[in-house]
Every structure is written in C-alpha cells, then in structure tokens.
C-alpha cells in the first residue's frame, strides 16, 4: 500500500510561481512511475508530468518549459515547481503512483495508476 499526501496549492496571478509537493510513504520498494495530474470542473483528469525513477521525466505539451516535475529520493517526496502560470492552469491536482516504469502513453491514462492523493487546488487569476 502506497500513500500519497498533496500540498502547496493555492491562489496565484498569472504568470506566477507555485511548488505543489506529494509526500509519498508506504511500500515503495519496487519500481514506481509518479506522477502529476489535474482536473478542472467538468473535465476528465489529464496528465500533467510523469516520472521515473531514473529521474526521466514526460511532460503534456501546454506544460512544456513551465512546468517542472523532481523526486526527492532521500524525502521520498514528490514536487512540481510550476512558473508562468497561466489561468487555464486552474485545477487541481493530484500526484498517483502505478506499478511499472513510465511511458509516454501513461499522461493520457490516468486509470493505469493504483494509488491517488487527495489533491490540491491550484487557482490562477487573470
């Protein structure tokens, strides 16, 4: 059993900054993808990033050059540092962990992953 504990959401302006961490605990001794998600009101949940545990990472298009996605290894923590934010960004977002390495494919199935945080809300003003 993994669990996942999202933070770091809140309000910003756009073209603002905000870091959203997911505390990962429980059995993590085999090989795991993380990754972010989010899901707006009235939208289907949709990749944001993915990352292996080589530290290789897949981003969506929209996110590219913005979005940052890093593991921690000694805090077990997951991160996505997120710049030049744009309103369209608002969401949120929840970090899920799936048994297997990552693919490009796993941004576009969110039901691949086993585990799911509670999810954070990320909202960008114009």
């Known amino acids: 059993q993994v669990r996942l504990v999202e933070s770091g959401g809140g309000l910003a302006q756009s073209g603002g900054s905000l870091r959203l961490s997911c505390d990962i605990s429980?059995?993590?001794?085999?090989?795991?993808?993380l990754g972010w998600f989010r899901q707006a009101p009235g939208k289907e949940r949709e990749g944001v990033a993915t990352?292996?545990?080589?530290?290789?990472?897949n981003y969506r298009s929209s996110v590219k050059g913005r979005f940052t996605a890093s593991h921690d290894g000694a805090k077990n923590t997951l991160y996505l540092e997120m710049n030049d934010l744009k309103p369209e960004d608002t969401a949120m977002y929840y970090c899920?962990?799936?048994?297997?390495?990552?693919?490009?494919?796993?941004?576009?199935?969110?039901?691949?992953?086993?585990?799911w945080g509670q999810g954070t809300q990320v909202s960008v003003s114009s």
């Open positions: 899920g962990a799936m048994r297997n390495y990552c693919s490009m494919q796993n941004l576009l199935r969110p039901q691949d992953f086993d585990y």
């Open positions: 990352i292996d545990s080589d530290g290789s990472t």
């Open positions: 429980g059995d993590t001794s085999n090989q795991y993808c």
